[in-house]
């Protein structure tokens, strides 16, 4: 209802609109409140108030009247009911969803008809002083209740958002999830209205057109309730977002809200962290599609006034700053730059976040603006200092930045954007940040890495020793040009007014002689001279005067230059000489020898005629010259910036090969697409990484095997071409290049990946086979070591497909190990590989009789005779090719032992025939029979080794084949039927009987044979033998020996371990490998000699530290094995006879001790450490257990436990040794910690820090006066109070005294000399009463005690 005045008057209609007002609302003005209950408060004059609030129960009526009035009377008719939807606004939480869905309705028809109506009523010029607030009123009402009531809508759809339960069958959630989407769907639509009602120019319905504050503050606070809604910034609200987005520009531009904008945006980002990407959007928008970009500066200097100290605080919204800077870099980063410098005082500031924040807006700043050749002198300026601010915070203190400096340098240099100058020293300080401590930080300088590979203007292709000689031959060259330019002569130029100078007074005399002897006769001999110098032309004629000039012949010039004016009278070079005086001669000759007679008419200089065509001619020279040094410069410079940028990355490659094996998952995925990536760019020695990360492939880490196989499908497997052909040529041409050379564990690794791609279904399988087996029959050219590489992968084919190698089984025979097979044996070796592919003992079997090809097959007949035929050469690969093809013939062969039987007899009549002709030829000279001999020496070695490797497989064969075999056809008697297995038991049961009794009988007599070799033979020549290959051969035949006699081989297991600390590089890495094997197969029990494992992470030779490094990885898998011996391992190491430097055990225990995760782990070491301090004896034990313990990856668990055991490790902290890690332990748990714990920390490290400078005695006694004079009856131990375990226990009786009885004890010391302190163990209380009575008078007793607790302090004040 309106006032009492109102509803007096009458209505008519406008002159303007034609829409009905009434006659008296020129009596009151709506006034915007800043609270709504103020509307039904007493207004100021002519100020509106609400009369009537109408209970819920009448608004559905009045809403009618409200719509008809509506259809009637259009927008107006909100004059009249205004109260009606005031009281919506008042009873909002209890009307029905209908009214307020019909009071949304309405206001927004209102507002829309607004929209509609006012342009042609703003053109009017008729428009009256009630008309206009009229309409303000109209204009006024309707946005306030639509804002108001878009708000309460706003708030009660979150609010039910909340509250409604998600669950999926609930018919309130249901409900509830219809009516949120009902108001997201209306918002919209109301923000629309809204647009189109303020982007008219409405200013002028208001005085002066100054729109009220209150009126654009209604609408701004709409908007920014609407966008602190937390599902505002997901894609589904995406128009709404952009409508408020738009609405507040309107604001903004039209109605001067921006530096309200500018600081709400501040509030915002300060307390809803999600809206820093809407922000940022909003504010391009408003800069770039409104043309406010003094919002940018605003927002900018804002965030800059917020002190550091503030931001470092949690809460303080710097992430949202953070993020919000980030992404309006990357919307208007020109707007940026002019305000750029307000934020690079938070470089400077304690937030990581906002240093974050700034160098990613320079990063695109340089990326976006700064980039190209056609910056300017300022521009130039800006880029350089930006990027030496970037290069400055690659040594932040704070990983987190270096990680994000790193990664935007890879997104410059991916966008081309830095200079080549620079590239050198960031790439430099880039593989620096590979040793970085943060693993992100490792992995954004790898990234960074490949961003300068892939995107780098230098030749990858060349190494650094390819690049040595062209420099040094080009460097040579430019130091001889510039030589030979330092000792070129200049030329000399003469002006030809300097010349004129020099000549004219004597010109000037002869010009006189010759015009008074003008009229007389004589020297005609001399005229033809002069005369010739006539020419045709007048110009011609003033060369010829002006070359006689230079030639010094100024008689003849002067008649020439006279008789050319009788000549050419009209000319305006002569013409001066009229009348004919000495002035007018001199004056003409002047202007033809420096004015414009020759070609070059605007030559202000003359040069000497002799000199003239030579200086033409050295000048042109002297620019060629100038040319090609500094092409050479170019050059020069050129090559020695690619041969940096080849040698950083070199390093970069050596160093990131090594981080191919960190535990760390996401660097080493990382490192692999690193190398993939040098790869592909053909980088010099990029295959070195290649290979070493094929062994990832059996990792037990499933993304590193994954990416590990990803890699090489990506190098190797998908190749490029035209044809089928052509991609067949290039995956086998990739393939032989990196098995050329690869030994035989890259090969095995790289056979499970080859194998999976002949496992898929690719369109290249037959094409790759037949290309491998054309380059092996040599159909196609190829040399040796592709003919080898294309038999292995014919190999790894057959695993996948048998019949690739069993069809064409004839082909390797005859190709391979034909009559040429002694001219490469390793290609006969290579056969008998891939041939062993399709055997049984590469694929499973189930059940299935076992393949075996008939002992007369051509493959056996071609074995034995290669075999029998090389025993008698010398060829140094025959004995590989003999062990493989021994080991086919078991696999393949039927009876192989009678295959073995007739060869060996055949190799044994063929040596003594040969020793029978050496015999014969006893009568030679002594030189040819020691040949012999010699030659027969080999011969038999090689059938001995013959007879070995035979023995070998024939027990193999014995174990595996044969008993296989058996318990097979066992299993087939046994599915017969019941009846025969009755039948067989009987039997089998006597069989098995006899059996086991003479199985007993020769285990027990080849157990004791086996002892004996050990006792007389092996180990004599394991200790005593001079040769590294004897020895390393005889640990493979005792780890043999082990694996199938570990329990008689016990006893020797020391002489295992003794040979890790070998003098010879080869026996130790034989030795680790042996027992790598053993340990990881539960073949040897883990002791405590595993310390002589961990001296070999020190070792000088890397190939050894790598294999040192797998074996502690290994271990690290089986549970709590590294944590079992970690104490044994410190106490061996540490022992005082060792010798051991400080250096070497911090390096070996920092290795060990990454391998304990676990807090119970932790603790329990923490605790084990530390009760060692009690039986140190040495103060370099003491401190290697304090390193020990700082180590540890110390948790809250840890630390408390710590703090209980301060007695065993406090009289140790006078040396720095043992005081410098326990204080680093204190500064690690202080990062990060919670209050509690910080606090505990920090107290610790004060009780520690006391300790070490005054004593443990002097603080101890400290606390006790302190706590006499408090009064403290109750004495208790010097261990942090929230901690202590023993606390709450008396501290009085005898009965409690053997908790103390480990307590160190000191003798009083006497003023002398200095001496290592002496420390006893006191178990007894007697002991510590006569330590107590021996007290020293005042004058004797040290200034400053020795601060190692001797004894309990209760013990000494209880006496």
Known sequence: MLAADVLCGNTYNCTVCSCPYNTNTEMWDFAVPVCTNDLVKTGGINQYVVQDVLSPKQLHSHLNSFKAAMRTQGPLCILEHFDTLYSVLQHFQAVDLAVKEDALELLIQVVSGLSVSLPSLLLSATLSAVDRKQHLNVVKMGVFLLCKLTECLESDSYRQSIVTAPSKGSKKGRAGSESKMHWDAERETVLQVLI????????????????????????????????????????????????IIHLLGVLIKKYNHMLGASVKIIQLLQHFEQLSTVCAQAVSVWSTEYGVKAVVGEVMREISQKPSEELSREGSGVKAFSSFLSELSTLVPEAMI????????????????????????????????????????????????????????LHDTHSHVRSRVLQVYARIVNSKALPLTRYTEVMSLTVGRLMDKSVNACKSAIQ??????????????????????????????????????????PVAVIKASELWEAMEPELLQTVQAELEACGQDGEEDEEVDWKGGMKETDQATAVSVAQLLRDNKYRHAVRLCVQAHDTFPDSRLFCGVSPLAVESVVDTLSLIFKGPVQAHSDAEEVQVPAQAEEAAELSHRDEVEESVLKKQEMLVQYLRDTESFVLQVEKAIAVINTMLYWKTTSVV????????????????????????????????????????????????????????????????????????????????????IVQEFFS????????????????????????????????????????????VVLSNLDTLCSVALGEKVAEDYLLARDAVLTICSITDHNRPNKGAPPFRLPQDHQLFTC??????????????????????????????????????????????CLLLDQIAEGEEGSKEAVHSQAETEQ?????????????????????????????????????????????????????????????????????????????????????????????PVVRANTIIALGDLTVRFPNILEPWTQNLYARLSDDSPAVRQTAVTVLTQLVLKDVLKVKGQVSEVAMLLIDPQPHIVSLALNFFNELATKDNAIYNL??????????????????????????????????????????????????????????????????????????????????????????????????????????????????????????????????????????????????????????????????????????????????????????????????????????????????????????????????????RLRH
């Open 338 to 393: 002019p305000n750029i410098s307000v934020l690079l005082t938070h470089l400077d500031g304690e937030s990581p976040s906002m240093r974050v924040a700034v160098c990613e807006v320079l990063g695109e700043v340089l990326v976006r603006v700064l980039s190209g050749d056609g910056l300017d002198d300022s521009g130039r300026a800006d880029r350089d200092r930006f990027l030496d601010t970037l290069q400055e915070h």
């Open 196 to 243: 189109q009602l303020l982007q008219l120019d409405i200013r002028s319905l208001w005085s002066l057109s100054l729109v009220e504050e209150e009126f654009v503050s209604c609408v701004t606070c709409c908007c920014y309730k609407l966008l602190e809604n937390p599902t505002i910034s997901l894609v589904r609200s995406k128009a709404s977002r952009d409508a």
């Open 448 to 489: 960074l890495l490949a961003a300068f590979i892939a995107h780098n203007p230098y030749s990858c292709k060349l190494s650094s020793a390819d690049l040595k000689k062209p420099l040094e031959k080009e460097t040579a060259k430019l130091a001889e040009l510039r030589q030979k330019a330092a000792t070129k002569v």
């Open 935 to 1027: 030659v027969s020496c080999v011969s038999l070695a090689q059938l001995l080794s013959l007879c070995g490797r035979v023995a070998f497989w024939q027990v193999s064969y014995l174990e595996r084949s044969v008993s296989t075999e058996l318990r097979r056809r066992r299993g087939e008697k046994e599915d017969k039927g019941p009846s025969a297995k009755t039948k067989q038991a009987s039997n089998d049961s006597c069989i098995e009987e006899e059996l086991g009794l003479v199985g007993a009988s020769a285990e027990d007599t080849e157990a004791e044979l086996i002892r004996r070799i050990c006792e007389t033979e092996l180990l004599a020549v394991l200790e005593k033998s001079s040769l």
């Open 863 to 908: 074995l034995t005779q290669a075999i029998a035929k090389g025993m008698l050469l010398t060829h140094p690969h025959w004995q590989t090719f003999m062990e493989q093809a021994i080991r086919l013939l078991y696999f393949l062969a039927e009876s192989p032992d009678q295959l073995c039987s007739r060869l060996l007899q055949r190799c044994s």
């Open 1126 to 1355: 970690l104490p044994d391992i410190i106490s061996r190491l540490s022992d005082p006879q060792r010798g051991m430097n400080e250096e070497d055990f911090n390096t070996i225990m920092k290795q060990i001790f990454s391998y304990i995760t676990k807090e119970k782990q932790t603790e329990s070491l923490v605790d084990k450490l530390c009760q060692r301090f009690r039986t140190a004896r040495t103060e370099r034990q003491w401190c290697d257990l304090a390193v020990s313990l700082s180590l540890l990856n110390m948790c809250e668990r840890g630390f408390k436990r710590l703090q209980e055991c301060w007695e065993c490790y406090s009289d140790k902290l006078s040396e720095p040794g043992v005081y410098q890690p326990l204080l680093a332990i204190t500064a690690r748990l202080r990062r990060g910690a919670k209050p509690q714990l910080k606090t505990q920390v920090e107290e610790f490290e004060k009780k520690l820090t006391a300790v070490h400078t005054r004593g443990l005695e002097n603080v101890e006694s400290g606390e006790v006066d302190s706590r006499s004079e408090a009064g403290d009856t109750q004495l208790a131990h010097f261990t942090p109070q929230a901690v202590c375990k023993r606390g709450h226990r008396p501290t009085r009786g005898k009965g409690k005294a053997s908790q103390n009885t480990s307590d160190f004890v000191t003798p009083r010391a006497r003023r002398r000399a200095p001496q290592k302190v002496r420390i006893t163990f006191s178990s007894d209380e007697e002991e510590m009463e006569d330590e107590d009575g021996a007290m020293l008078a005042d004058s004797e007793t040290p200034k400053v005690t020795t601060p190692i607790s001797r004894s309990s302090r209760r013990s």
């Open 669 to 752: 995925q990382e490192a692999v697409q690193f190398c993939v990536t040098v790869c592909e760019f053909s980088v010099a020695d990029s295959l070195s990484g290649v290979r070493k990360m094929l062994p990832l492939v059996w990792s037990s880490d499933l993304a590193v095997k994954d990416a590990v196989v990803q890699a090489y499908k990506r190098l190797y497997l998908n190749p490029q071409g035209d044809t089928t052909r052509a991609k067949a040529q290039t995956l086998v041409n990739s393939l032989s290049e990196l098995m050329v050379d690869a030994s035989l564990g890259t090969i095995q690794c790289l056979e499970e």
């Open 760 to 803: 898929s279904s690719s369109s290249l399988q037959t094409s790759v086979v037949q290309l491998l087996w054309e380059r092996f029959t040599g159909k196609l050219e190829s040399h040796s070591l592709q003919r080898r590489a294309a038999v292995l992968l014919l190999g790894m084919a057959a695993r996948a497909e048998r019949e």
